[in-house]
């Protein structure tokens, strides 16, 4: 079995930073952060044509937890940054920001 390390968030947004979704990433998953920051571009550029703003994001999983229920939480701030949280059990246990502020959810 394949342990995921990170995983790819990639947002399309047609008006402003209210008018977001989240895209299919064309490889979600990742053994390696690195990794995925490698592909995050091609992916983001893979939308470019399609939407006037594509943002991206690399998300850290503990590979340990893997098979656990998670929520995806995110959101795209009034700066236009791209932010991610993974939880469980209502707690964070990944994140690349500081602060959440209101977003959107999807299971995982």
Same mark, same amino acid.
């Given at each position: 079995m394949e342990h995921i390390a990170a995983f790819l968030l990639i947002v399309g947004c047609t =008006? =402003?930073?209210a008018d977001c979704r989240e895209l299919p990433a064309p490889t979600p998953v990742f053994e390696t952060v $690195?990794?995925? $920051? !490698?592909? %995050?571009?091609?992916?983001? !550029?893979? &939308?470019?044509? %399609? &939407?006037?703003r594509v943002l991206g994001v690399c998300v850290a999983v503990d590979p340990a937890e893997e098979d656990e229920d998670a929520t995806i939480l995110w959101s795209v701030t009034p700066a236009g940054q791209l932010e991610a949280s993974l939880e469980r059990n209502g707690f964070t246990v990944a994140a690349d920001f500081q602060r959440r502020e209101k977003g959107l959810v999807r299971q995982h």
């Open positions: =008006g =402003g930073t $690195e990794d995925c $920051e !490698g592909l %995050r571009q091609p992916a983001i !550029g893979a &939308y470019a044509s %399609r &939407y006037p």
